[in-house]
């Protein structure tokens, strides 16, 4: 069991580079979510999506965009990365939705932006 | 009032001890409260979780107290072992299916 598979682990990027973090689940789950972690300040959701082709901005979406064009893949693109994007990023997925059932997380990105 | 507050930020513990972490919400429209243990270098994974309309919920050494009027729950964690060294998260989710972390309790179990 695959689960919830993210890439790349590890990324350093310059400042006003650009990148994606790949997210697949293997789960048949329809919501999918995108969180980032910085030290002390717990997990800030950044996108969200209830099922393909539907997604919606969480806390904290300036600098990212996301797409979901079939049940598997939640890609995060960043765009013109900044020092503040330096963070670990996590995806995750669940069958019911946060509010009913267990989030599925990977084992995280680490992003530095320098 | 999308906030959960949660405390300490550290906690040690002596092997065989009694582990407690306090979380705190404002918006009565939370209707899930899980619980999240997460190693270093993996990914959260949910622990136990409750509801509101009961006031504790017990899994092995694992518990979730829930006091629905002070808007507070907490965890307990009984006869405290070094693999239960970890960082907890509380949480809560709201009606749009989001769901909002605490910042975290670092708890080191002294062997």
């Known amino acids: 069991n695959a689960g919830v598979t993210q890439t790349p682990k590890f990324r350093i990027l310059k400042i006003g580079q650009s990148m994606t973090l790949q997210c697949a689940q293997d789960?048949?789950?329809?919501?999918m979510y995108w969180y980032r972690q910085d030290p002390g300040m717990g997990l800030k959701l950044i996108y969200y999506s209830v099922g393909a082709g539907i997604t919606d901005k969480g806390e904290v979406p300036n600098g990212y965009n996301v797409s979901r064009s079939t049940t598997e893949d939640f890609p995060l693109r960043l765009e013109l990365a900044a020092p503040s994007q330096t963070s670990v990023y996590f995806c995750?997925?669940?069958?019911?939705?946060?509010?009913?059932?267990?989030?599925?997380f990977g084992e995280g990105s680490r992003l530095t932006v320098l | 009032q999308q906030q959960v507050k949660q405390s300490p930020q550290s906690l040690i513990v002596q092997k065989g001890g009694i582990s407690i972490i306090n979380c705190a919400y404002e918006?009565?429209?939370?209707?899930?409260f899980p619980w999240y243990q997460q190693f270093p270098g993996k990914g959260p994974a949910l622990l136990i979780a409750i509801r509101p309309d009961v006031s504790e919920k017990k899994e092995g050494r694992f518990t979730i107290s829930f006091n629905k009027s002070a808007k507070q729950f907490s965890l307990h964690i009984m006869d405290s072992q070094p693999g239960d060294s970890a960082t907890y998260f509380c949480a809560a989710s709201i009606l749009n299916d989001k769901i909002i972390f605490g910042k975290g309790t670092r708890l080191h179990i002294l062997p």
């Open positions: 995750a997925s669940s069958y019911q939705g946060a509010s009913t059932g267990e989030l599925f």
């Open positions: 789960m048949n789950h329809n919501y």
């Open positions: 918006n009565t429209a939370f209707d899930y």
